[in-house]
C-alpha cells in the first residue's frame, strides 16, 4: 500500500476565514475566544476535506497564526527582549506583538520582527533572531493542543515541525558577530523533548522539514546535518525528512543517508532526482515523491506521475508514500468554489483540495491500477491533458510566430547609452538632479471606491472615466506646484500592478477565490496565464495622453515588465518561464512603442520582481539572469534613441546582480536606498554602474516625512560614488498606500533638496 499523505494545507480558509478573523481580532471586534474558535473550526474542516479527498496521514501543525516559522520560535522560547513578556509566559498578545510590532505612547514600543521571503515562493516568514546567548526551552503549546484536537477528531496526524538546521538557518544573529550554527547543540535538545510529548499523545510519524538542503549549503552546514540527525535519531517516532522547491543535488547523499526513516523530494521541480535517488536510498528507509505541484494551479498529469510511481514501487514496495511537491500552502483552497470561471478551464485547474484528491487516487493506483476510480481519474486527465496540448485557446500560431522571428537585434537600443543620453538630454530639457516619483500616489477611498462601483455596474464606464481623469488632473496639479520636473499620471486607475495589465492581455484568466497566503493576513490572488499572450489593444496610451495633455511637461509613462508579470501570475506548466516572459515582453514593447508614437517620452517599465526571480541555486542564476535581462531589452528596444527608458526596482540587495541590471540597458534606474542609508550604493563602488540612476531618498513605506537637508545628505553621499550628472532624485517606491499631505510634505523637502544640490554644484 502507498500511503497518501500531505506536507501541510493553506490555513487561511476557503474564504479567508483566518484573515477575517485575525483582522478582527486585532480591530478589538473579536475576542481571543472568537478567534481560537474560527481556528479550530478552520483545522476541523481542512482535516476533513483533506481525509474526505483521501490522504490518509494529514498533518497537523501546519495551522498558524500568522506564520509557521514564528510559530516556532515561540515553541523554542525564541523571543527577543523587546516582547519578552513580564511573567515570561508568551501569548498570542506576545505572537501578533512580534509580527506586526507593539505601539506604545510611552516608551516608543517594539518593532516587529523582520519579515522575508519563504525560499522561492511569494509567502513570507518572520525572521527568528538570535542573541550570543541564546537559550531555547518549550514555551508554547500549540502543537500538541493541535495534535491532541485531531486525535479527539478521529484523526492520524503526522506533526510537522521545521527541522532544526533549517529554522537556524532562517534566523538572524542579533547584537554581535556569532555563529548561529553554535546554536545547534542547545537547540537539539528541544527536539528531543518535542518528540517525547507526541509520542505521548500517540503520534506515529513526525515530519521535520529540512528545505535547505535543496540550497548550496557551506560544508559546516552540511556536516551539522550529519551531528544533528546522529543525535535525533535517538528521541522517539518514526521520522520524515521533508525537502522541497529544488533538487538536492550535491546533498542528496547527504539527505539520503541522514539516519532517520523516510525522505521527501520533490520530483516536480527536481525531476531529475527520481533515478539517482531510488539508488542511494538505504533499504530501510520511506521515500516520499512530491508528484503533484503544491505551488501552481494545474492539474497533475497522473499518467505521467503513475509512470514513475510504478517504477518507484516496484523497488520500494510498501516503502513508497506519495505527496503534493511542497505544502499546499503556496495553493488556493478549493477550484470547486469558482463559479464565474467557464467550464473548460476550470476543469484544467486544481487547487489544495483536488491536489489532494490526485495524490490520493495515484498512491490506489499503485496498488489497484484497474480499479474503476482510478480508471476513471486517469481517463479524465487524460482528456484533460488532451485538450491542453490542443487548445486554440492556449495555442496561438501567431504570437508562437512572432516569438520565434525574435533576432538578436530586437533586444537591442539603436546606439549605447553614451549617444541615446545626449539625444534625450537635447530633447528633454531637464536640469541636473531632475526630479519625479516612482509612479503611483496615493490610493484614496474615493479611488477604490470608484472602481468598486464600476465593477458592479453602479457607474457607467464615460463617469468612471471621468472619475479617474479628475484623480489624475489633481495628481497633475500637485507636481506641477511641487516643481517636480518628470511628472506620472499616479496610477489611479490601476488596482495592481500587475493585474492591471493581465486583465487586457489574452492569455490570462482570473478566480475569484484563488487566494494564497503572503504574509500574516495578506493574501494575494494572482492572475493565471493559461494561454499564449498577446495584447489585443493599447492598455495605457488614454491614460498618459489625456495626462500628458494636462501638462507642458515631461509626463513619464508607466508600465509593469515582464519579469515581474509572469513572477507575480501562476504560469503555465506546459511551456517555460522564458517562453511566456518574451510573449510578455513582445506585448508590452507594443505598449511602449505606442506610447512613443503618442508623443510621450520617457517610459517606466517597473521590474520589481527582477530579483526574487533568481532559482536558489547559484549554478542557476546566470541563465536566468540571461534571459530575464533579454526580455527587459526586448520591451525597451523598440523605441527611438530620444525616447528614455526607465525601470524601477524597490529593494537593495544588488550586489550579485548589479551586471545583468546594467545589461538590461534602462537609460535610468530608480532602487531603494534611504533604508539603508545609501549603504548599498556600495555595490555601484565596485562596480561603475554606467546608466543614470536615481537612489530613492527618502523611505515611503512609512508615514515619516525626513527634513530636506536629510535627503541632501543622502544626495550628496550618492554623488561621492555617481556622478551628478547621472543622479536623479524620487522617492524609493510608489506612493499608493501613503496619504496626500504626508506625500505632498515628503516631495517638497524633496524638491528643496535637488535645489540645494544644484545650487552648490553651480
Ligand atoms: N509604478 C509602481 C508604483 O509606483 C511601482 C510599484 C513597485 O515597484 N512595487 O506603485
Ligand atoms: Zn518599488
Known amino acids: 500500500m502507498a500511503v497518501a499523505h500531505s506536507l501541510g494545507f493553506p490555513r487561511i480558509g476557503r474564504d479567508r476565514e483566518l484573515k477575517k478573523a485575525q483582522e478582527a481580532f486585532w480591530k478589538g471586534e473579536l475576542d481571543e475566544a472568537g478567534l481560537r474558535a474560527v481556528g479550530r473550526d478552520l483545522r476541523e474542516t481542512h482535516w476533513a476535506l483533506q481525509k474526505q479527498a483521501g490522504i490518509e496521514l494529514l498533518p497537523a501543525g501546519d495551522f498558524a497564526w500568522y506564520d509557521q516559522v514564528l510559530t516556532h520560535s515561540l515553541m523554542f522560547g525564541v523571543i527577543p527582549d523587546r516582547f519578552r513578556p513580564a511573567d515570561g509566559k508568551a501569548t498570542l498578545q506576545t505572537l501578533f506583538g512580534m509580527a506586526r510590532g507593539v505601539s506604545d505612547s510611552c516608551c516608543g514600543g517594539a518593532h516587529a520582527q523582520e519579515m522575508t521571503k519563504w525560499f522561492d515562493t511569494n509567502y513570507h516568514y518572520l525572521v527568528p533572531e538570535f542573541s550570543a546567548d541564546q537559550q531555547f526551552h518549550l514555551g508554547w503549546d500549540q502543537l500538541f493542543e493541535e495534535v491532541q484536537e485531531a486525535r479527539e477528531l478521529g484523526h492520524n496526524v503526522k506533526p510537522v515541525v521545521i527541522g532544526p538546521l533549517t529554522y537556524l538557518w532562517l534566523g538572524k544573529a542579533k547584537g554581535g558577530d556569532f555563529d548561529k550554527l553554535d546554536l545547534l547543540d542547545r537547540l537539539l535538545p528541544l527536539y528531543g523533548q518535542i518528540f517525547q510529548r507526541l509520542a505521548e499523545l500517540g503520534v506515529e510519524w513526525v515530519q521535520i522539514d529540512e528545505p535547505i538542503l535543496v540550497l548550496d549549503l557551506p560544508q559546516d552546514w552540511k556536516n551539522a546535518f550529519e551531528r544533528a540527525y546522529n543525535q535525533i535519531q535517538r528521541d522517539p517516532l518514526k521520522k520524515l525528512v521533508a525537502t522541497y522547491f529544488g533538487g538536492l543535488e550535491e546533498n542528496l547523499g547527504l539527505a539520503a543517508n541522514l539516519p532517520v526513516d523516510g525522505l521527501h523530494i520533490d520530483l516536480v521541480r527536481a525531476p531529475d532526482q527520481y533515478p539517482t535517488i531510488l539508488d542511494r536510498l538505504p533499504a530501510y528507509k520511506v521515500l516520499s515523491l512530491g508528484v503533484v505541484n503544491g505551488r501552481n494551479v494545474w492539474r497533475c498529469d497522473l499518467e505521467k506521475a503513475l509512470a514513475t510511481l510504478q517504477h518507484a514501487h516496484e523497488k520500494l514496495g510498501d516503502r513508497l508514500w506519495v505527496a503534493p511537491s511542497c505544502s499546499l500552502l503556496h495553493s488556493p483552497v478549493d477550484v470547486g468554489r469558482e463559479d464565474k470561471l467557464d467550464a473548460e478551464l476550470k476543469g484544467w485547474l486544481a487547487f489544495a483540495v483536488q491536489k489532494c484528491a490526485e495524490v490520493a487516487v495515484l498512491a490506489r493506483a499503485v496498488d489497484a491500477p484497474e480499479a474503476p476510480t482510478v480508471l476513471a481519474a486517469l481517463a479524465e486527465s487524460r482528456a484533460v491533458q488532451a485538450a491542453l496540448a490542443a487548445s486554440p485557446r492556449i495555442h496561438k500560431p501567431a504570437v508562437q510566430a512572432r516569438v520565434a522571428a525574435i533576432t538578436a537585434r530586437d533586444s537591442q537600443r539603436q546606439s549605447v547609452f553614451a549617444q541615446r543620453i545626449e539625444k534625450q538630454r537635447a530633447g528633454l530639457n531637464l536640469p ?41 488632473k489633481h495628481a497633475v496639479e500637485v507636481q506641477e506646484n511641487l516643481g517636480l520636473d518628470v511628472l506620472v499620471h499616479g496610477e489611479a486607475e490601476r488596482n495592481d500592478m500587475v493585474e492591471y495589465f493581465a486583465e487586457q492581455l489574452d492569455g490570462y ?10 504574509y500574516g493576513s495578506r493574501c494575494v490572488k494572482p492572475a493565471v496565464i493559461f494561454g499564449d499572450l498577446s495584447r489585443p489593444k493599447a492598455m495605457t496610451v488614454e491614460w498618459i495622453r489625456y495626462a500628458q495633455g494636462l501638462t507642458g511637461k515631461v509626463m513619464k509613462g508607466m508600465l509593469t515588465g515582464p519579469v515581474t508579470m509572469l513572477m507575480w501570475s501562476f504560469p503555465r506548466e506546459d511551456v517555460s518561464r522564458e517562453v511566456q516572459a518574451r510573449q510578455l515582453a513582445l506585448a508590452i514593447r507594443d505598449e511602449v512603442v505606442d506610447l512613443e508614437t503618442a508623443g510621450i517620452k520617457i517610459v517606466q517599465i517597473d521590474e520589481a520582481a527582477f530579483r526574487e526571480g533568481l532559482p536558489l541555486r547559484q549554478a542557476q542564476w546566470q541563465h536566468y539572469l540571461d534571459w530575464a535581462t533579454e526580455v527587459f531589452r526586448l520591451c525597451a528596444s523598440g523605441v527611438r534613441d530620444e525616447t528614455q527608458i526607465h525601470t524601477h526596482m524597490c529593494y537593495s540587495e544588488f550586489n550579485d546582480v548589479i551586471e545583468s541590471i546594467a545589461a538590461m540597458d534602462a537609460d535610468v534606474i530608480t532602487i531603494e536606498t534611504s533604508r539603508s542609508d545609501m549603504e548599498l550604493l556600495d555595490a555601484f563602488e565596485a562596480f561603475a554602474y554606467p546608466n543614470d540612476i536615481g537612489p530613492g531618498v527618502y523611505d515611503i513605506h512609512s508615514p515619516r516625512v525626513p527634513d530636506a537637508s536629510e535627503m541632501a ?36 523637502h524633496m524638491v528643496t533638496a535637488a535645489r540645494q544640490l544644484r545650487a552648490e554644484l553651480a
Not at 509 to 518: E, I
Not at 716 to 742: F, H, M, Q, S, Y
Open 432 to 472: 541636473l538632479f531632475p526630479t519625479t516619483t516612482i509612479g503611483s500616489f496615493p490610493q484614496t477611498a474615493s479611488i477604490r471606491l470608484a472602481r468598486q462601483s464600476y465593477k458592479a455596474g453602479k457607474l457607467s464606464e464615460a463617469e468612471y472615466v471621468e472619475a479617474m481623469h479628475s484623480e489624475i
Open 509 to 518: 484568466a482570473f478566480t475569484r477565490f484563488g487566494w494564497v497566503q503572503s
Open 713 to 748: 545628505n543622502l544626495l550628496r553621499k550618492a554623488a561621492k560614488r555617481i556622478p551628478a550628472e547621472r543622479l536623479w532624485v524620487n522617492p524609493d517606491c510608489g506612493l499608493k498606500t501613503r496619504g496626500w499631505p504626508e506625500t505632498e510634505a515628503a516631495l517638497v
